[in-house]
Structures are given as structure tokens and as C-alpha cells.
Nanobody, 124 residues
């Protein structure tokens, strides 16, 4: 079973940047579509960004479009989320997730593997 481990979270001021990483335990990771979700206190988990298994297709939530970039390095079994122009509203626990489905999926039900999450806090 694929295990996912996020890193790179932390505390940053509004307007700053962070890069999250998600390392997968198996090479089979390269055949999975990957995504980032986030969950703020008292709110439901929400979709942030998606990348296809080859990396040729990406999709973003409207709230992060133009600020966040998802990418993957299959040689390193790692997915990244570059977050720029961070806002206090981006404060949440960020999770990476893997899906065996071939189409773009923006709901958590479509993902089969999940990491434990990494905290991102943006101060105003």
C-alpha cells in the first residue's frame, strides 16, 4: 500500500511563500493522479490542486488559481505544492492524496491514499 508523507508546512506572514512536498513510498506512485486538499478548523476538507499521473494536466480550486502551482517528480516519487502570495485564509492542514482514477477528481471520495497532513499557518 502506498504511504504518503507531507512536509514543508509552517508559519509564514501574509504575502509569503511555502513549498509543500509529498513523498510516496512506492514507485507505483507514478501511475496515480495526485492532489492536495486542505482543512481549516471547523470547516470541511476542500480540494486545492490536482495533477495527472504523467503531470500533463493540472486543475486548481478558484481560490488558489494563479497563486499555487502543483508539480510532480516521478523520479523522486514526490509531488509538490508551491504556494505564493499566501493569505490568512490559506491557513489549514494540507493533505496530499493519490487516486487510481484517470479523470480529474476534485472530491475526497475519489482518492484512495492519504497522507497525515502538514500544518500551514499564515499570519496577517
Amino acid at each position: 500500500q502506498v504511504q504518503l508523507l507531507e512536509s514543508g508546512g509552517g508559519l509564514v506572514q501574509a504575502g509569503g511563500s511555502l513549498r509543500l512536498s509529498c513523498a510516496a513510498s512506492e514507485r507505483t506512485f507514478s501511475s496515480y493522479a495526485m492532489a492536495w486538499f486542505r482543512q481549516a478548523p471547523g470547516k470541511e476538507r476542500e480540494f486545492v490542486a490536482y495533477i495527472s499521473w504523467r503531470g500533463g494536466r493540472t486543475h486548481y480550486a478558484g481560490s488558489v488559481l494563479g497563486r499555487f502551482t502543483i508539480s510532480r517528480d516521478s523520479a523522486k516519487n514526490t509531488v509538490y505544492l508551491q504556494m505564493n502570495s499566501l493569505e490568512p485564509e490559506d491557513t489549514a492542514v494540507y493533505y496530499c492524496a493519490g487516486s487510481r482514477l484517470s479523470q480529474v477528481v476534485v472530491t475526497s471520495e475519489g482518492y484512495h491514499y492519504w497522507g497525515q497532513g502538514t500544518q500551514v499557518t499564515v499570519s496577517s
